[in-house]
């Protein structure tokens, strides 16, 4: 089948039910998408399909019906937006090993994509499931605090 | 009153401990004595620098971490960052003195070599307190640290790398720096001591800038400067101030590559993708297998079989892992105590004389203290999976001429010696490349996965194979955090806390691990009191004893191992006779502890938290409650202090303060994380962190349970660092021993519900 990955268009021959997440890493050699728990626990997977964040560990190939972003097109997609989180990111020095980082930072976007000034109790229900084993959470609240004032204001975009 | 050192003369009961720790320290002395002389003469001798093994013509290795080329600037960072930001760190220590940005230019963590030994990781596996700086336990130190550098141990842990590179990495920027001046200063004619440096560049008295890029191979011809002098800390650039860790934009971007995320290719091909199934039980064999309907599962290259269990190489890891599954297995059952329950009962059997392993601690007359009326409790650490988000894994590539692996480990001798004993090659033609890890808490401490993997290159000689384990073997079958009951008696007299007795029982976790890296060594093994024995505190009577129970089920390291397991016990029941005692537990402690640094972190917290006792005003959602905790790990003195409120839907988790004197804080934006991070893992882990047995299985198989904190959980979080104690020190673990019983005692303040089994949601709900 053919798949649009961070406006690129594949042809992928691999099983229907081959979760998203092993197509991008291991057909593709798209890598930001991480492997943390195969289960949706995690986040660590985090991509888009089309305007939604998921979980590409749990979605199968079949089941994808939308262009598909990753960490590595995310600023492309949604240029103001990651922009400003990335920026965020950053500026907090958020990331510890890193590794559940990038689907972090893609629930982010999907979030001030959807809610430019979530309060603190939105943040977390939208963060819930991304788990970070070096606890960065207090800086993770921080920074989406800081990208949602920058995005409000004339904050700094690059997109 | 002091804790048990050698030559002391102690009043402590019973001969059995006595001879134990006798023995000890005459091993010790006599480690000493031979030691000097031969260390002394090795000492003088530096390590080869392994940089200029097949150095290019034109480049230059001044020291062996620091290279420079036509292309510029290279910095060697050996120690493995596993997210404490040791990489960077490293990197700021070199440029400090070598005028480097060091966000622009390379760094790598170089080859396996003794020039990499670590000897703070040596030095502080004695048996003493980190604050007694007394004659005998300063020799020890000195004479590990020895060891260390013969030895060359060249390891990643413990919380010692900031101390043992603090100096040397500095001293290797200031020799590369004088060395390039040193070249410029015989290239265009001028004085070095007329010369300085900036930005990646000598510059000539006349203002003219040679960037050391050019002077590569002018350097290369001379032998290194080495009669440099440290800046002072007044003429730091880098350090004490706020720094971007140089890996922080690669891990927002996603542009980092950890070990599964490579793709190498080698002569017969790319990249094949593997994963192992393992028996259940730890160790135990595999039986019989039958990999017929794997073999024939899409896109699987080979099925390997081990002693106890499999591995699948497919061009997938999915299909890798479906292969995997698909393999008929029996397997035997395990060697060790198969329920919960069954090792809870074999520690219990340990706590018997004839088990006594060591005796650290032993002040006053505690049998006499402890005759009248006395408080007795018995706390329980279970096991404990590390759980790093990134799976481990590991990529080998067999040629004949060599073996390549790549992988993120904190003990890269282990494994690439480990590896070769494996493939039966000469450990001379294994290279490892070090990566960063994704998560680690003392789980890159093992290397039968990076073996596991060569076995499984083996089967496809010329392509690289990555294997990666999945969550649930990492959950279940990663060798966990010891078990560990402590058995505790204490009394209270005139409102003050008069006698305790720490009975610490455990696996281990030394012995454990050891014998499967290298060989157990000798003697006590005082992890199974640390962060009980050398608590800086003034009891009258003060006991820890530590009891080793017979080696079952393989156990292993954790963050902070031993020092969270004895904080909580000791600290848990602290709480317990100063609540007794009808005494203040800030102030209780306050006066009970005679060093000065740690007296300081609790008073900072307290005064952060603006502590007024541990009982609140109830709040609009229920009763609220504080607790305060103290422990001294890894040098370190922390304070952590929680306020809690019981909701309707169950404890939750409102602020927390935490302080720690780490002597000098080099990085005040990375120390904040790892002192927040540490606490959060700390109280995570409280709640939810335990692993269960059933017929010698772990339960636990994935972050449905045993997951740490998640967002909606996480406390507000104050932190402040003090630099009064005497010795820099590392900053990873000291913050999650302290974290356990602060919440303990909080919860207590709230509800009147003594915790004392981790993981504390089995007594009580958490919002």
């Not at chain 2, 230059?60 to 040791?86: E, K």
């Not at chain 2, 329950?341 to 005796?359: G, Q, V």
């Not at chain 2, 680690?440 to 499984?456: C, D, H, I």
């Not at chain 2, 997951?707 to 009064?724: C, K, N, S, Y």
Request: proline share 7%; net charge neutral.
């Amino acid at each position: 089948m053919r798949l649009t990955v961070d406006g690129t268009t594949h042809q992928v021959d691999a099983e229907p039910e081959m979760p998203l997440l092993w197509v991008l890493r291991d057909e593709l050699g798209y890598t930001g998408p991480k492997y943390g728990c195969g289960a949706g626990l995690c986040g660590a997977c985090t991509v888009h399909v089309g305007e939604a964040a998921v979980r590409s560990c749990q979605l199968p190939l079949a089941a994808v019906d939308a262009p598909v972003t990753t960490i590595h097109g995310v600023v492309d997609a949604h240029g103001r937006v990651a922009a400003a989180v990335l920026d965020a990111w950053i500026a907090h020095q958020v990331a510890q090993c890193g590794y559940c980082q990038p689907g972090q930072i893609m629930q982010a976007v999907d979030l001030l994509a959807q809610d430019p000034a979530p309060g603190d109790e939105a943040i977390r229900a939208a963060m819930w499931g991304n788990l970070c084993r070096c606890a960065t959470y207090p800086r993770v609240l921080a920074a989406i605090r800081t990208a949602a004032a920058s995005l409000a204001g004339d904050g700094p975009a690059r997109g | 009153m002091r804790a048990r050192t050698a030559g002391s003369s102690g009043t402590g009961t019973g001969t059995g401990p006595r001879l134990v720790t006798r023995r000890r320290l005459l091993a010790v002395s006599a480690a000493v004595a031979g030691g000097v002389a031969f260390g002394a003469w090795r000492l003088a001798q530096p390590h080869d620098n392994p940089l200029l093994d097949g150095l290019a013509d034109r480049a230059a290795a001044p020291t062996p971490f620091v290279r420079i080329d036509a292309a510029g600037v290279t910095l060697i960072t050996p120690r493995a960052d596993v997210g404490q930001g040791i990489q960077s760190l490293q990197a700021h220590l070199i440029a400090e003195e070598l005028d480097v940005d060091p966000h622009a230019v390379a760094l790598e963590p170089g080859p396996v070599a003794p020039a990499y030994y670590n000897a703070a990781l040596m030095a502080e596996g004695v048996p003493f307190a980190a604050w007694d700086r007394g004659v005998v336990a300063t020799t020890a130190r000195t004479a590990a640290a020895a060891m260390a550098h013969v030895l060359g141990i060249h390891a990643t842990g413990g919380s010692t790398s900031t101390p043992d590179l603090f100096d040397r990495l500095r001293l290797a920027g200031a020799v590369a720096r004088e060395t390039l001046k040193a070249a410029a200063a015989h290239v265009h004619g001028v004085a070095r001591a007329d010369l300085t440096t900036a930005a990646g560049a000598v510059v000539l008295p006349d203002g003219t800038r040679v960037a050391y890029s050019a002077l590569a191979a002018q350097a290369s011809t001379l032998d290194p400067v080495t009669d440099v002098a440290l800046r002072p800390a007044s003429a730091w650039r880098h350090l004490g101030r706020p720094m971007a860790r140089t890996d922080m934009a690669a891990k927002c971007t996603g542009r980092l590559a950890y070990g599964a995320d490579l793709r190498p290719v080698g002569p017969a091909g790319g990249t094949l993708f593997a994963t192992v199934r393992l028996n259940p039980a730890f160790d135990a064999p595999m039986r019989h297998h039958d990999a017929t309907a794997a073999r024939a599962m899409r896109g699987v290259h080979a099925v390997v079989p081990f002693e106890d269990g499999i591995g699948v190489v497919a061009d997938n890891t999915w299909r890798a892992m479906q292969a995997a599954e698909a393999v008929q297995i029996a397997w035997d059952p395990p060697a060790y105590p198969p329920t919960t329950e069954a090792l809870w009962a074999h520690l219990d059997a340990a706590h018997t004389p004839d088990r006594r392993d060591s005796r650290l601690r032993d002040d006053g007359d505690v049998d006499a203290a402890l005759a009248g009326t006395v408080l007795e409790a018995e706390y329980r650490v279970p096991l404990a999976a590390h759980a790093p988000l990134e799976p481990v894994n590991a990529t080998v590539l067999i040629t004949p001429e060599r073996v390549e692996v790549w992988t993120a480990t904190q003990v890269p001798g282990f494994a690439r010696d480990a590896v070769a004993a494996a493939l039966g090659r000469d450990g001379d033609t294994v290279v490892l490349h070090a990566l960063p890890a994704g998560g680690s808490f003392g789980r890159r401490l093992e290397v039968r996965e990076v073996v596991l993997a060569a076995r499984l290159a083996a089967a496809v000689p010329g392509r690289p194979v990555q294997s990666t384990w999945t969550r649930a073997h990492e959950m279940s079958r990663a060798y966990p955090r010891p078990p560990q009951i402590g058995r505790l008696k204490g009394a209270v007299r005139d409102g003050r806390v008069h006698a305790l007795a720490l009975d610490s029982i455990a696996p281990s976790m030394v012995e454990s691990w050891a014998a499967r890296l290298w060989s157990a060594p000798p003697g006590p093994d005082a992890w199974i009191t640390i962060g009980g024995h050398d608590q800086p505190y003034a009891l009258p009577h003060y006991r820890v004893t530590g009891y080793r129970a017979p080696a079952s089920l393989p156990v292993a390291s954790w963050r902070a191992p031993g020092a969270t397991a004895n904080a909580f016990c000791h600290e848990g029941f602290l709480d317990e006779l100063i609540h007794a005692a009808g005494a203040d537990p800030v102030a209780e402690r306050l006066r009970l502890l005679h060093h000065a640094p740690s007296r300081a972190v609790l008073q900072a917290v307290a005064e952060m938290a603006g502590w007024q006792g541990p009982h609140l005003p109830a709040g609009a959602d229920g009763p609220r409650g504080r607790g305060v905790a103290f422990c001294l790990s890894h040098g370190v003195p922390a304070a952590v202090l929680v306020e809690v409120t019981a909701t309707d839907r169950g404890i939750r988790l409102d602020r927390a303060w935490a302080t720690a004197d780490i002597g000098r804080v080099l990085d005040p934006v990375n120390a904040e994380a790892q002192l927040s991070g540490a606490v959060l893992f700390g109280l995570g882990h409280a709640i939810d962190g335990a692993l269960t047995l059933a017929d010698g299985h772990v339960q636990q198989r994935n972050f449905d349970s045993h997951a740490g904190l998640r967002i909606d959980q996480v406390p507000t979080v104050e932190v402040r660092l003090l630099e009064t104690g005497a010795r820099l020190r590392g900053l990873g673990e000291p913050g999650t021993p302290p974290a356990a019983p602060a919440l303990a005692a909080a919860v207590f303040a709230a509800t009147g519900t003594r915790l004392r089994a981790m993981p504390f949601a089995d007594t009580v709900d958490f919002a």
